[in-house]
């Protein structure tokens, strides 16, 4: 069974620091793996899709990297603003493309 | 466009009565799916659909009914309520077997009492 972990589970820094947010995971055999940011009391917003072909992606001041062949993904997150202050999950996808498991999330806090 | 739209967003419940949670969906996607998100236990996926007419399990599946009578609704049945099922109900959605960025509703938060 799939099982998705991702450490720190909290973090609070100073605004202006780069972060990178770990998520590791047991099964390689993936479809593809997505990143996402929930906001307390809100859903889930998709932030990066790495396929599993692929080995990295960007969005402005996010960039995600994907070592399938390790079970390893990090998010890196530039320049950190309170605004960042989140829960951040990282989920996979199965071969089959119909379930995601996710991990238990990381708190980020970012202090002005 | 709306993307994914949950109703109702709280509800509270008694312990045996029935309820239904709505998804719709204005992306024009095929797969649809439940999960529910516990503390500690992060989210797990209930049930799932590939299309319209097409549903299964997931990893949590009882105590819960789905069906998919439209490519846009996609309806979570819970039939006799249980404090157990306390939690916090997302509906996602994908394009298809190959493209499976997944966008996910707003939420409803179930207690039952």
């Known amino acids: 069974k799939q099982e998705v972990t991702q450490i720190p589970a909290a973090l609070s820094v100073p605004e202006g620091e780069n972060l990178v947010l770990n998520c590791s995971f047991t099964d390689s055999a993936i479809y593809n793996l997505q990143w996402f940011r929930q906001d307390p009391g809100k859903g889930l917003t998709s932030l990066l899709l790495?396929?599993?072909?692929?080995r990295e992606q960007t969005s402005g001041r996010l960039n995600a990297s994907l070592d399938k062949s390790s079970g390893r993904s990090t998010l890196y997150i530039a320049a950190s603003q309170p605004g960042d202050s989140a829960t951040y999950l990282c989920a996979v996808f199965n071969n089959a493309g119909n379930m995601l498991t996710f991990g238990g999330g990381t708190r980020l806090m970012v202090k002005p | 466009n709306a993307g994914v739209t949950q109703t109702p967003k709280f509800q509270v419940l008694k312990t045996g009565q029935s309820m239904t949670l709505q998804c719709a969906q204005d992306?024009?996607?095929?797969?649809m799916s439940w999960y529910r998100q516990d503390p500690g236990m992060g989210l797990r996926l209930i049930h799932y659909?590939?299309?319209?007419?097409?549903?299964d399990q997931g990893e949590v599946p009882n105590g819960y009914n789905v069906s998919r009578s439209t490519t846009e609704d996609f309806p979570l049945r819970l039939l006799s309520a249980a404090p157990s099922q306390t939690s916090v109900y997302f509906c996602?959605?994908?394009?298809?077997?190959?493209?499976?960025?997944?966008?996910f509703g707003q939420g409803t938060r179930l207690t039952v009492v």
């Open positions: 659909s590939v299309g319209a007419g097409i549903t």
């Open positions: 790495i396929q599993s072909s692929q």
């Open positions: 992306m024009n996607h095929e797969y």
């Open positions: 996602a959605t994908t394009l298809d077997r190959d493209y499976t960025e997944a966008f």
